[in-house]
């Protein structure tokens, strides 16, 4: 079975912190995503990536940075947390041209 | 990438065929319909895509109207863990950015 894991369920973070959330496929995917779920906003794609060291703004890019190093590996990186960026994260795979895409269980980041 | 509309609630009893609709009336010719799941405190879920004609799979059926502007995802048995949020995505096949909307959120009544 695709496998996309996310290194944290739950998060609580203090304003201004760095915070990183981790995301790792393993069915050699070329493309990753993250998303963030908001109540009543549905999922919002906020960066994605179709290769290693690649990525593409999505639609709510403000405030976040990716890094992907590795192709299995795809970070999303919160510079200086702000609590409007409290929300549930989700990371997402799939291969190129596919639109079948594999979700992670989430991540609930709180920024207090 | 078209819009679509989708009610914002539906109950359906257990064991019945759960029938969800989607509007997509400003889909252009090469956009597919796609349908995911996210059951509570899970990612969504892939559950069946198609162009114009009608899609069967072990989880779903689709229908597409003959001028493509509306469908309906069938889910023939429901169970209660067919109890989700359903969402109805209009895409160029190969565009790889999907945009949620909000859903349905369906809930199956014991």
Redesign the interface.
Known sequence: DVK?TQSSRYLVKRTGEKVFLECVQDMDHE?M?W?RQDP??????IY?S?DVKMKEK??IPEGYSVSREKKERFSLILESASTNQTSMY???S?Y???????????TRLTVV | DAKTTQPTSMDCAEGRAANLPCNHSTISGNEYVYWYRQIHSQGPQYIIHGLKNNETNEMASLIITEDRKSSTLILPHATLRDTAVYYCIVASFGNEKLTFGTGTRLTIIP
Do not use: K, P
């Open positions: 996309v493309n995503f998303y009543g906003l549905g999922l919002r794609l994605f179709y999505g639609d989700l990371c997402a799939s190129l041209s596919d639109t079948e895409a594999f979700f992670g269980q989430g």
